[in-house]
C-alpha cells in the first residue's frame, strides 16, 4: 500500500487552488472540462484551430510543439500580444503548454511564459532512470524532486503546475511511479498528466490510480492504447486510440473522477502517423472526431 500525505501547508493548499481552477460540477453530476490540443490539427494555423475549441465543448487550447503540432511555434512567431487578441477574439484561455522535449529541466522559460499569459499548466516528462520497479523506482523519483526544485519554485512564483505525462522509456512510466509522484511531490507545484495509452489497458486499473493520485491529478488524457501509434496502420485502426471507438471502458475512469471531484483538464487525444499530420483530413473532420469521443465521454456521466 503506498501512505499517502496526510497534511498540506495552507500556503501550499492555497497556492494549489490557484494552479486547478475548481471543477465545473454541480448538484446534477461531475461535467469534464475540456482542453483542445492543438496537435490533433496538426500543423494547421492557429486562427483556423481556436474558432474550432468551442465546437468541441473546449474553453482552453493546449498549444503543441514540433513535431506533433507547430502552434507553439505559431506562438513565438505571432507575438504575445496577438495571440492573447486571438484567446479573447473566442473567449478561450490558454490551458496548457505541452513541452515534452525539453524535458523538466529545460522548462523554465516556458513556466515565465505560461506565467505571462495566464496558463496555470506545463506538461512534460520525468527525467531519470529508465524503467525503475519498486524501491528503487521510489528512490530515483524522491531524487528527481530533489533536483527539480528550484524549477518547481519558479512554477510556483508564476502560479503555474508542472502536470507530469506518464511515458514509456521514461522515469515516470507506469501506475507505481505515478503513484509515487503524487505520493512524494508538492502538490501545489507538481502534478500528473495521465495518460491510459501508457498503461495496461486494464479499466479498473486505470480507475483505481485515479483515487490513488487523487487531487495531484492535473491534465487527464481521454486515450487509450487501441492498436497503437507507432507505425501505419488503416485510418479505421488508428482510430482506436479514440475514446469510444477502441477497446477500454472509459465507464470506471470517469466514476473515479467524479469520486474525486476532478478539476483539471480533460483532452480527448491520440497520435497520428506520422506525427504532425492532422488525425482527419479536414479540420471539419478532425472536430466531428473530438465531438464523437465528447459523446461518448459524456453518455458515461
Excluded at 523538466?104 to 506545463?122: K, N, Q, S, W
Excluded at 492532422?278 to 459524456?298: C, F, M
Amino acid at each position: 500500500m503506498f501512505q499517502r500525505r496526510t497534511l498540506l501547508t495552507a500556503t501550499a493548499a492555497a497556492t494549489a487552488c490557484r494552479c486547478l481552477p475548481s471543477a465545473h460540477a454541480d448538484a446534477d453530476g461531475f461535467q469534464f472540462r475540456y482542453s483542445l490540443a492543438s496537435c490533433m490539427y496538426g500543423y494547421t494555423p492557429i486562427e483556423q484551430i481556436l474558432p474550432e475549441a468551442k465546437k468541441c465543448g473546449a474553453t482552453g487550447i493546449d498549444l503543441w510543439p514540433k513535431v506533433h503540432g507547430n502552434q507553439r511555434e505559431q506562438l513565438d512567431e505571432m507575438g504575445e500580444e496577438h495571440f492573447t487578441e486571438l484567446l479573447n477574439q473566442h473567449e478561450l484561455k490558454l490551458s496548457i503548454i505541452t513541452q515534452y522535449k525539453l524535458g523538466p529541466f529545460g522548462i523554465d522559460d516556458e513556466i515565465r511564459l505560461a506565467g505571462r499569459l495566464g496558463c496555470h499548466t506545463v506538461v512534460t516528462g520525468g527525467q531519470g532512470p529508465k524503467n525503475l520497479k519498486g524501491a528503487e523506482l521510489k528512490t530515483a523519483i524522491a531524487d528527481f524532486l530533489r533536483r527539480l526544485e528550484p524549477t518547481l519554485n519558479l512554477a510556483r512564483d508564476h502560479g503555474v503546475r508542472l502536470a507530469i505525462e506518464n511515458h514509456g522509456n521514461n522515469l515516470i512510466h507506469d501506475a507505481d511511479s505515478l503513484r509515487y509522484l503524487a505520493d512524494l511531490g508538492p502538490r501545489d507545484a507538481i502534478g500528473v498528466a495521465l495518460a491510459p495509452y501508457h498503461l495496461p489497458q486494464n479499466p479498473e486499473q486505470i480507475a483505481s490510480l485515479i483515487e490513488d493520485v487523487g487531487d495531484s491529478l492535473s491534465v487527464f488524457y481521454a486515450w487509450q492504447h487501441g492498436r497503437g501509434s507507432t507505425k501505419k496502420l488503416p485510418k479505421e485502426q488508428e482510430l482506436l486510440q479514440m475514446p469510444g471507438r477502441g477497446d477500454l471502458d472509459f465507464a470506471p475512469l470517469v466514476r473515479s473522477l467524479a469520486r474525486i471531484s476532478f478539476a483539471g483538464w480533460t483532452e480527448i487525444f491520440m497520435h497520428p502517423v506520422p506525427r504532425g499530420v492532422p488525425i482527419l483530413d479536414s479540420t471539419a473532420a478532425v472536430t466531428e472526431e473530438i465531438n464523437r469521443g465528447r459523446r461518448y465521454l459524456e453518455s458515461l456521466t
